[in-house]
């Protein structure tokens, strides 16, 4: 079955490609396999180097890599580039501390007495080939944080992109080829999501790491389960975004709106509920909706953009569904709730909206809403406020407002959340673990959490 690009600002298919066939799978994975005999050995120093040039081209690629993603899934083209950066960005940093983060750990002295031993240590070695299965949102960002800290610990990866992305799915492994990785390193696999099974159970492919839907990742996880091989999960967010009386309301209506709205609001990590003190409810959301209904929605390859379309027919009617079962059920539409004019007949556009008196019988309070659509809630406390924000399956991140520390070390405490955020928008970065609790997941991406998910924690114990 051909893998399509079709550009969601005109629903035109600008390229097809064929699926790989089993015969070539097998290549493919057992060319990792030799590939990872050999990597593993290298030093640090090598895969640094290697990593260092990935990043120099990726830089130098700044401009088309981004064009490609946009096209492919309609993220606004500044975003893009932006997104490219922070790859680079990632790239270098964990060439310039992963000897650091994976060097050998010792116990303390007494300890290593009390073992019987004269020496012991604790030492990072890497499991093997790493199987990723990657979403459309963020097409370069997604694989960047798992493939700069894997192959630093001298893992070696095969890709399984989302299918309507496969441009930038090739760019990636002629991204590795070109900056002098032995060959095999870092694989793409052109193929649908019923051949992820057959490959995960492979015996050569030794764990995976998922970010995606909550039943991609049931279905990974079983597998892989039933395999007895490690994975580590990133699915879906509904993160709260709490305001307080004492918080900077103008600030923090601002920063709403860029949480919203980023990457056209495809983002497991975009602030969705806004949860807002009624002491500040009317001030926050007069400035909310304006900024919202004042984003520029339009081609995402035109430079001013913010908005561009979704990136698939799908994900607007999921959407639209929502938001009309919403309004119903009687929800209050502060702005949006349509498709724009002049656009929605050529791409898949949809307004930026922020829905009002949101009461738990509707699907908006419980499923995650993946485009530019805000829930508005009004709470008499702190208490409420965590309370509901909790009332959710997800537990990816959060984020708080507030210049009261007693209100943060409460919201600290009592979230379910893998991240707390205080005074800003979440926004992942390689010096930070990322990753949720409950049904957004398991296990960190970024910092030293992230890169000793795929090692072999070793220890190693010697007598005399």
């Given at each position: 079955?051909?893998?399509?690009?079709?550009?969601?600002?005109?629903?035109?298919?600008?390229?097809?490609?064929?699926?790989?066939?089993?015969?070539?799978?097998?290549?493919?994975?057992?060319?990792?396999?030799?590939?990872?005999?050999?990597?593993?050995?290298?030093?640090?120093?090598?895969?640094?180097?290697?990593?260092?040039?990935?990043?120099?081209?990726?830089?130098?690629?700044?401009?088309?890599?981004?064009?490609?993603?946009?096209?492919?899934?309609?993220?606004?083209?500044?975003?893009?580039?932006?997104?490219?950066?922070?790859?680079?960005?990632a790239m270098r940093w964990y060439a310039d501390h992963a000897e650091g983060l994976l060097a050998d750990e010792h116990p303390a002295?007494?300890?290593?007495?009390?073992?019987?031993?004269?020496?012991?240590?604790?030492?990072?070695?890497?499991?093997?080939?790493?199987?990723?299965?990657?979403?459309w949102n963020f097409p370069l960002w997604q694989v960047i944080r798992f493939a700069a800290p894997a192959i630093m610990a001298g893992n070696v990866g095969l890709l399984k992109h989302a299918s309507n992305v496969p441009g930038t799915a090739l760019y990636l492994e002629d991204l590795f080829r070109r900056a002098g990785f032995p060959e095999g390193c870092f694989q793409t696999l052109l193929i649908g999501s019923g051949a992820v099974e057959g490959i995960l159970r492979d015996p050569r492919v030794a764990a995976a790491t998922l970010t995606g839907s909550e039943p991609a990742g049931r279905s990974v996880a079983s597998i892989a389960g039933?395999?007895?091989?490690?994975?580590v999960l990133e699915l879906g967010g509904s993160d709260p975004f709490v305001v307080m009386p004492s918080a900077d309301i103008e600030e923090a209506a601002k920063t709403a709106v860029r949480a919203r709205a980023q990457n056209t609001g495809q983002s497991c990590i975009?602030?969705?509920?806004?949860?807002?003190?009624?002491?500040?409810?009317?001030?926050?959301?007069?400035?909310?909706?304006?900024?919202?209904?004042?984003?520029?929605?339009?081609?995402?390859?035109?430079?001013?953009?913010?908005?561009?379309?979704l990136s698939s027919e799908q994900g607007r009617k999921d959407l639209e569904e929502i938001v009309d079962d919403a309004v119903r059920r009687g929800a209050t539409l502060l702005c949006g709730g349509h498709r724009p004019e002049g656009l929605a007949e050529r791409g898949w556009y949809?307004?930026?909206?922020?829905?009002?008196?949101?009461?738990?019988?509707?699907?908006?309070?419980?499923?995650?809403?993946?485009?530019?659509?805000?829930?508005?809630?009004?709470?008499?406390?702190?208490?409420?406020?965590?309370?509901?924000?909790?009332?959710?399956?997800?537990?990816?991140?959060?984020?708080?407002?507030?210049?009261?520390?007693?209100?943060?070390?409460?919201?600290?405490?009592?979230?379910?959340?893998?991240?707390?955020?205080?005074?800003?928008?979440?926004?992942?970065?390689?010096?930070?673990?990322?990753?949720?609790?409950?049904?957004?997941?398991?296990?960190?991406?970024?910092?030293g959490h992230g890169i000793r998910e795929f090692c072999n924690i070793t220890t190693v114990w010697q007598g005399a």
């Open positions: 079955m051909p893998i399509a690009t079709v550009n969601p600002a005109d629903g035109q298919t600008l390229k097809t490609y064929d699926e790989l066939s089993a015969e070539e799978i097998e290549r493919r994975i057992a060319r990792a396999a030799a590939a990872f005999r050999r990597y593993r050995t290298t030093s640090f120093a090598e895969r640094a180097r290697l990593v260092h040039r990935a990043a120099d081209l990726l830089e130098e690629d700044q401009q088309d890599v981004a064009r490609t993603m946009t096209t492919e899934m309609g993220k606004p083209v500044t975003q893009a580039r932006a997104e490219a950066a922070k790859c680079v960005k002295g007494t300890d290593v007495k009390d073992s019987g031993a004269v020496r012991a240590r604790v030492r990072y070695r890497p499991l093997g080939v790493i199987l990723a299965v990657m979403p039933d395999e007895v091989k490690k994975t975009a602030a969705k509920r806004f949860i807002v003190h009624t002491d500040v409810y009317e001030a926050f959301a007069g400035r909310f909706a304006a900024g919202m209904r004042a984003l520029k929605v339009g081609d995402p390859l035109d430079e001013s953009t913010e908005v561009g379309p949809y307004s930026p909206t922020v829905i009002a008196d949101i009461t738990p019988g509707m699907r908006i309070h419980r499923e995650e809403t993946f485009g530019p659509v805000a829930a508005l809630y009004r709470v008499p406390d702190l208490e409420a406020a965590v309370e509901l924000a909790n009332d959710t399956p997800f537990g990816l991140s959060s984020n708080l407002w507030t210049r009261d520390d007693a209100e943060v070390d409460r919201f600290v405490r009592d979230i379910e959340a893998g991240g707390v955020y205080v005074n800003g928008m979440t926004a992942s970065h390689p010096a930070f673990p990322f990753g949720g609790v409950k049904r957004s997941g398991y296990g960190r991406e970024l910092s």
